[in-house]
């Protein structure tokens, strides 16, 4: 198994987070928007009302766990990280498994309800792919934030700058 390679520095770890980042947001947008503009080529797979709605809670339910896990093992993670006294290419390799997790786990309940949409048309499904979304965004890795969560010393800070 190739293993990829570890950034030499602070400064290309988090270019290297960044790149990742972005991939995750765009290819889940880029999925999302195929799917939707197939659904206009072809009638939905299931037409019944009753299934449409249970599809829905079942949804609903699987990205809200989802969004719930990734966040509380996010926010234990980096509690891991800021109590490590691990060097700051150690914190930011910590961090960038932190953020794969989050951002797989956003991702699945989203994906799932890409799906969905595509075998029902339901349009209350957007609204679940639009909050998934978000969460995602809202993890964005700038470097204030890194700085904040990970709790940075000033010397670590400027190595990053």
Known sequence: ?????????????????????YAMIIGMLLFAIIVF?????????????????????????IAAGCIMAAHRIYGKRIN??????????????????????????????????????????NQWLLIVIGVVLLSMLLKRPEKSKIFNELQLS?????ELN
């Open 154 to 158: 000033s010397e670590e800070q400027a």
């Open 37 to 61: 503009a197939l659904s206009f080529l072809q009638a939905p797979s299931i037409t019944d009302k009753a299934e449409t709605d249970t599809f829905l809670i079942v949804v609903m339910i």
């Open 1 to 21: 198994m190739m293993q990829s390679p570890v950034p030499a520095t602070p400064k290309e770890a988090l270019r290297a987070i960044r790149v990742f980042y």
């Open 80 to 121: 891991e990280i800021q109590n490590s006294g691990m060097k700051l290419t150690g914190k930011l390799e910590a961090y960038r498994a932190t953020l794969i997790l989050f951002m797989a786990l956003s991702e699945g309940g989203g994906i799932f309800a890409v799906i969905v949409y595509y075998l029902t048309a």
